[in-house]
Nanobody, 118 residues
Framework: QVQLVESGGGLVQAGGSLHLSCAAS????????MGWYRQAPGKQRELVAT???????DYADSVKGRFTISRDNAKNTVSLQMNGLKPEDTAVYYC????????????WGQGTQVTVSS
Protein backbone atom coordinates (compact mmCIF):
# COMPACT_ATOMS: atom_id res chain seq x y z
CA GLN A 1 0.00 0.00 0.00
CA VAL A 2 1.25 3.44 -0.91
CA GLN A 3 0.03 6.60 0.76
CA LEU A 4 0.61 10.28 0.15
CA VAL A 5 -0.04 12.45 3.18
CA GLU A 6 -0.15 16.23 2.90
CA SER A 7 0.24 18.81 5.63
CA GLY A 8 0.59 22.56 5.97
CA GLY A 9 -2.63 24.03 4.67
CA GLY A 10 -4.54 26.72 6.50
CA LEU A 11 -5.93 30.23 6.47
CA VAL A 12 -3.72 33.18 5.56
CA GLN A 13 -4.22 36.78 4.55
CA ALA A 14 -3.48 37.96 1.05
CA GLY A 15 0.22 38.52 0.60
CA GLY A 16 1.10 35.88 3.16
CA SER A 17 2.91 32.58 2.84
CA LEU A 18 2.23 28.91 3.44
CA HIS A 19 4.38 25.81 3.13
CA LEU A 20 2.83 22.53 2.03
CA SER A 21 4.51 19.18 2.51
CA CYS A 22 3.71 15.72 1.20
CA ALA A 23 5.28 12.44 2.24
CA ALA A 24 4.98 9.16 0.38
CA SER A 25 5.07 5.94 2.38
CA UNK A 26 4.67 2.23 1.79
CA UNK A 27 6.42 -0.18 -0.53
CA UNK A 28 8.16 2.22 -2.90
CA UNK A 29 10.74 1.19 -5.45
CA UNK A 30 11.16 4.63 -6.99
CA UNK A 31 9.26 7.84 -7.67
CA UNK A 32 9.23 9.68 -10.97
CA UNK A 33 7.45 13.02 -11.20
CA MET A 34 5.89 14.57 -8.12
CA GLY A 35 3.59 17.53 -8.13
CA TRP A 36 0.87 19.66 -6.66
CA TYR A 37 -2.59 20.25 -8.08
CA ARG A 38 -5.46 22.32 -6.77
CA GLN A 39 -9.21 22.41 -7.07
CA ALA A 40 -11.30 25.44 -6.23
CA PRO A 41 -15.07 25.15 -5.61
CA GLY A 42 -16.92 24.71 -8.89
CA LYS A 43 -13.73 24.39 -10.90
CA GLN A 44 -11.73 21.54 -12.37
CA ARG A 45 -8.56 20.30 -10.73
CA GLU A 46 -5.57 22.11 -12.22
CA LEU A 47 -1.83 21.68 -12.23
CA VAL A 48 0.11 23.97 -9.90
CA ALA A 49 3.66 22.67 -10.16
CA THR A 50 5.60 19.51 -10.92
CA UNK A 51 9.18 18.41 -10.35
CA UNK A 52 11.07 15.53 -11.94
CA UNK A 53 13.28 13.13 -10.05
CA UNK A 54 16.23 15.14 -11.32
CA UNK A 55 14.81 18.37 -9.92
CA UNK A 56 13.45 20.05 -13.04
CA UNK A 57 10.43 22.10 -12.04
CA ASP A 58 7.50 23.38 -14.04
CA TYR A 59 4.82 25.81 -12.92
CA ALA A 60 1.41 27.04 -13.93
CA ASP A 61 1.65 30.59 -15.27
CA SER A 62 -0.59 31.81 -12.45
CA VAL A 63 1.95 30.85 -9.76
CA LYS A 64 5.27 31.47 -11.48
CA GLY A 65 7.52 33.69 -9.40
CA ARG A 66 5.43 33.13 -6.25
CA PHE A 67 5.49 29.37 -5.63
CA THR A 68 8.51 27.06 -5.39
CA ILE A 69 8.35 23.28 -5.57
CA SER A 70 11.09 21.06 -4.18
CA ARG A 71 11.59 17.40 -3.35
CA ASP A 72 13.79 15.18 -1.24
CA ASN A 73 14.34 11.89 -3.04
CA ALA A 74 15.89 10.24 0.01
CA LYS A 75 12.80 11.00 2.12
CA ASN A 76 10.20 10.59 -0.65
CA THR A 77 8.80 14.04 0.04
CA VAL A 78 7.71 16.99 -2.03
CA SER A 79 7.06 20.50 -0.78
CA LEU A 80 5.45 23.66 -2.08
CA GLN A 81 6.47 27.04 -0.73
CA MET A 82 3.75 29.55 -1.52
CA ASN A 83 4.54 33.25 -1.20
CA GLY A 84 2.52 36.29 -2.18
CA LEU A 85 -0.72 34.38 -1.81
CA LYS A 86 -3.83 35.77 -3.46
CA PRO A 87 -7.52 35.06 -2.78
CA GLU A 88 -7.67 33.25 -6.12
CA ASP A 89 -5.17 30.71 -4.75
CA THR A 90 -7.88 29.45 -2.41
CA ALA A 91 -8.45 25.76 -3.14
CA VAL A 92 -7.89 22.24 -1.92
CA TYR A 93 -4.31 21.34 -2.79
CA TYR A 94 -3.47 17.76 -3.72
CA CYS A 95 -0.13 16.02 -3.83
CA UNK A 96 0.47 13.70 -6.77
CA UNK A 97 3.24 11.24 -7.57
CA UNK A 98 4.10 8.57 -10.10
CA UNK A 99 5.36 5.71 -7.95
CA UNK A 100 6.87 2.34 -8.82
CA UNK A 101 5.73 -0.39 -6.43
CA UNK A 102 7.14 -2.21 -8.60
CA UNK A 103 4.48 -1.32 -11.17
CA UNK A 104 4.13 2.37 -11.91
CA UNK A 105 0.95 3.94 -10.66
CA UNK A 106 -0.40 7.46 -10.22
CA UNK A 107 -1.16 8.31 -6.61
CA TRP A 108 -2.99 11.19 -4.92
CA GLY A 109 -3.02 12.57 -1.42
CA GLN A 110 -6.24 13.35 0.44
CA GLY A 111 -5.90 17.09 -0.07
CA THR A 112 -5.27 20.03 2.21
CA GLN A 113 -7.32 23.23 2.28
CA VAL A 114 -5.65 26.55 1.56
CA THR A 115 -7.76 29.65 2.16
CA VAL A 116 -6.51 33.14 1.37
CA SER A 117 -8.56 36.03 2.73
CA SER A 118 -8.59 39.45 1.11
Amino acid sequence: QVQLVESGGGLVQAGGSLHLSCAASGTIFSINAMGWYRQAPGKQRELVATVTRGGTADYADSVKGRFTISRDNAKNTVSLQMNGLKPEDTAVYYCNAEIRTPRYGNYWGQGTQVTVSS
